[in-house]
């Protein structure tokens, strides 16, 4: 009955899947980057933090690339909103959860590779480095990186909120579509 | 960046107004015939160093009146480069040296002692993440004459351990690792 792909009126397994694997690596790596820079040096996982931020991030950059194909390849189920403002900041909401992790992973890359060294990912793959663009690269990409992740974050609390007030308020299958459950 | 450029050069040009003397030498940061570099202790099992890319200063000095030398050293923080990104922007964070607040360190000598030719003991004042204090070290001429190209140059080296908890800089890196080493290496040009 779980069919692959998504319909007018629900989501396909793998949208589904695609959906909670990165809403999961998001709210991982914020945390997961929070908690790393308030370690000290002598913290056992001081360094190893840092390279499974790293590792998780670069991974999810295939994945954040298979979701735009994907998206691309499949119909949308029509939105359960019919007020214009609000299908509006559906849009501009779904858009910059789409492009801000493409730009935090950007970000994140250039802090590491300013000194043009490589970054691995789960120590088997050794992503190169460009050239530097700018000086303190490291500094800038770094600030550019936590505001985005904070803008991030924010960002997929409204939207997991708008999805509650949906399920709750409106009594919409908007969340129950994206369980897997569309009672429609 | 700019802009801590600017306000370096500014610093520069009143210290070196202030300072212009009989025989004044400029430190020939322009074509980099001198460095600023450091070093600490990592875990207590090798030495990290690093160095600062960005830095000016001025120095008087006459082999005649030795004693009467002066030294002024305005180094750009946020020119810190240990080979590494990712520690270069931890140390530049509010963890270390806090380069966004505190933009520059300086060194202003106060006294310059010779016991020879060649060496001498140089106490000042130096400020790093905001905090001024005396400190004292040996340097030694490594030489001077006439360049090939119709200027005149001398060259100094000096090393001094700093305590970073002095500084307010109380990250732990380790039993190990309390004090940097600071070395300045310095050939000045002689101003006409």
């Known amino acids: 009955m779980y069919k692959l792909k998504n319909t007018n009126k629900s989501f396909g397994v793998i949208a589904i899947a695609i959906h909670w694997i990165v809403a999961l690596a998001v709210f991982g790596l914020f945390g997961l980057g929070l908690y790393m820079v308030e ?26 690339i298979f979701r735009l194909v994907w998206r691309v390849l ?26 801000l992790p493409f730009a935090l992973l950007l970000s994140g890359y250039l802090i590491s590779t300013a000194d043009e060294r ?18 303190n690269q490291e500094d800038i990409a770094g600030l550019v990186h936590e505001t985005l992740a904070w803008g991030l974050i924010v960002l997929a609390g409204l939207h997991a909120l708008a999805a509650l007030k949906h399920h709750f308020i409106d009594k919409d299958q908007t969340l129950n579509r994206m369980l897997g459950r569309n009672k429609n | 960046m700019n802009k801590t450029l600017a306000t370096v050069a500014l610093a520069l040009a009143l210290t070196t107004s202030a300072m212009i003397n009989a025989a004044d030498y400029v430190i020939d940061t322009k074509d980099a015939h001198a460095s600023i570099q450091f070093k600490i202790k990592h875990l207590g ?40 990104a990712d520690r270069d922007k931890h140390l530049k964070s509010k963890d270390f040296l806090e380069v966004s607040k505190f933009k520059e360190a300086k060194f202003v000598s106060t006294k310059i002692q010779f016991s020879d030719d060649d060496n001498a003991q140089v106490e000042g004042d130096f400020t790093l993440h905001g905090v001024t204090k005396k400190i004292s070290f040996p340097v030694v001429k490594i030489g001077e004459g006439n360049d090939p190209w119709g200027g005149y140059r001398v060259g100094f080296s000096g090393n001094v351990s700093l305590k970073l908890a002095d500084y307010g800089i109380d990250y732990n890196l380790g039993p190990a690792s309390t004090h940097v080493d600071l070395s300045l290496h310095i050939e000045g040009i002689k101003q006409k």
């Open chain 1, 39 to 64: 370690l000290t040096y002598y913290d056992t996982w001081y360094k190893g933090s840092l390279d499974l931020h790293k590792s998780i991030g670069l991974t999810l950059l295939l994945l954040l």
């Open chain 2, 45 to 84: 099992y090798s030495w990290l160093t690093g160095r600062f890319n960005k830095f000016e200063g001025q120095f008087s000095y006459d082999e005649k009146a030795p004693n009467d030398a002066k030294i002024a050293v305005t180094i750009a923080t946020k020119s810190l480069d240990s080979n590494h």
């Open chain 1, 118 to 135: 490589p970054i691995e990912v789960f120590g088997l793959l050794s992503v190169p480095a460009l050239p530097p663009l700018i000086d």
């Open chain 1, 74 to 99: 499949n119909v949308q189920p029509i939105s359960e909103s019919t007020v214009n403002w609000q299908k509006l900041s559906v849009s501009a909401v779904h858009f910059l959860l789409h492009l």
